[in-house]
């Protein structure tokens, strides 16, 4: 019998996981295979971070904005620096992009065959008010040569050519959930022993689902489609669930079965999120859970990355919300082409 693919029991540390799926993949030389160890590292740091924020001053704006124009917080920028410190120590890492920097961040690990895009703590305003926060992080190999600097080239790959990808939530409880591309697997952190335990294995998302999520604040700016599938979903007796906190509204409905929404808008032609550190990461994820993710009409893992920095507009959850909200806007879609 070949024991590598017996699931392995709830309980399983996540070093353990990590060691026994590296045994699938026979040419596996462990970069991989530390780089998650690395991340895992950084988060917990971060979580232990992010449980003080109330008794030592690290809540509360940092007192600059990131390159999306955002009011930093301290802890994005302590997040920030913890990711980048692991990945730069754990060597395997040549060049991160993240949402905090505007520059891509050469490590110096010119050796490195991984690049990290990353979002080190999103939801961030959320932090003061104790609602659950995340990262969110996908892993390419480097296309330039080894014993260079990493490139734009490196960094503006398609979806479709992320090697693992997955987020913490740093929420009731913290957890590390990742893919590999050979499914989802979630991991519960017990603080006292300082580990990650497996506690969700073989993650899958249910085809359909009741829950929808958006923020219908700004539904004055909603396009028609969208406007339309929102009211579908009261039609349908949908449960509106909107945290505002990425990680855990697509971590709720992840598990539960739902649709997460951040469409185009007048006011944001291209929607909030980035496509780099947040669709990207959140699509494979899915993927590889049974649902689906999109921006209304095109597929996330294939759309091309312009910039690094890119917004999209997110349609992710259950493979039959995603499908039907993509209906509904491939009506307003087809009324704009019958209009041209
Ligand atoms: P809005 C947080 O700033 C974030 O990037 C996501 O975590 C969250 O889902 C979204 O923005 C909330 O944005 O415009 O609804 O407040």
Same mark, same amino acid.
């Given at each position: ?11 399983? &540390? ?20 530390? !780089? ?23 809540? *509360? ?6 390159v999306q $124009? ?20 754990? $060597? ?7 949402e905090?920097?505007? =520059? ?7 050796? *490195? ?20 926060? $995340? ?12 014993? &260079? ?29 990742? %893919? %590999? ?19 969700? +294995?073989?993650?899958? &998302?249910?085809? %359909? ?14 396009? @028609?489609?969208? &406007? ?17 906190? !990425? ?9 539960? *079965? ?6 185009? %808008? ?8 980035r ?26 893992? @294939?759309? =091309?990355?312009?910039g690094m920095h890119e917004?999209? +507009?997110?349609?992710? $959850?259950?493979?039959?919300?995603? @499908? ?17």
């Amino acid at each position: 019998m070949d024991h590598n693919k017996l699931a392995l029991p709830v309980g399983t &540390t996540l070093d353990r996981f990590i060691m026994r799926k590296q045994e699938d993949f026979p040419y596996a030389t462990g970069e991989l295979s530390q !780089l998650l160890r690395d991340i895992a590292l950084a988060a917990k740091i971060v979580n232990r971070e992010i449980n003080r924020s109330g008794l030592i001053d690290i809540a *509360g704006a940092y007192g600059s904005q990131n390159v999306q $124009g955002e009011d930093q917080q301290k802890l994005d920028v302590i997040a920030n620096i913890r990711f980048i410190r692991a990945l730069r120590n754990g $060597g395997e890492v040549c060049t991160i992009i993240s949402e905090e920097d505007e =520059e891509m961040i050469q490590t110096g690990n010119n050796q *490195g065959k991984y690049v990290v895009a990353i979002d080190p703590l999103d939801g961030s305003s959320n932090i003061d008010v104790n609602v659950s926060i $995340g990262t969110i992080f996908s892993i390419y190999r480097r296309v330039s040569p080894t014993g &260079t600097e990493g490139t734009e080239r490196d960094c503006l790959q398609t979806g479709t050519h992320q090697v693992a990808a997955g987020y913490v939530i740093y929420g009731s409880s913290t957890m590390l959930v990742y %893919t %590999t591309g050979n499914g989802v697997n979630g991991f519960t952190y017990e603080a006292s022993l300082g580990e990650f335990f497996l506690s969700h +294995p073989h993650i899958t &998302t249910p085809k %359909t689902g009741a829950i929808y999520s958006i923020n219908e604040g700004s539904s004055d700016h909603f396009s @028609e489609g969208t &406007t339309a599938f929102v009211a579908y979903c009261k039609q349908q007796n949908y449960s509106a669930r909107y945290i505002g906190s !990425l990680v855990a509204d697509f971590h709720r409905n992840l598990l539960k *079965g739902g649709i997460y929404m951040y469409p185009a %808008t007048k006011k944001a032609p291209k929607g909030k999120l980035r496509l780099m550190y947040e669709c990207n990461s959140l699509a494979f994820i899915v993927e590889q859970a049974g649902g689906k993710s999109s921006d209304g009409r095109n597929r996330t893992m @294939e759309l =091309e990355p312009k910039g690094m920095h890119e917004r999209s +507009p997110l349609f992710i $959850g259950s493979t039959e919300l995603v @499908e039907k909200a993509e209906e509904f806007l491939a009506a307003e879609y087809s009324d704009v082409v019958a209009a041209l």
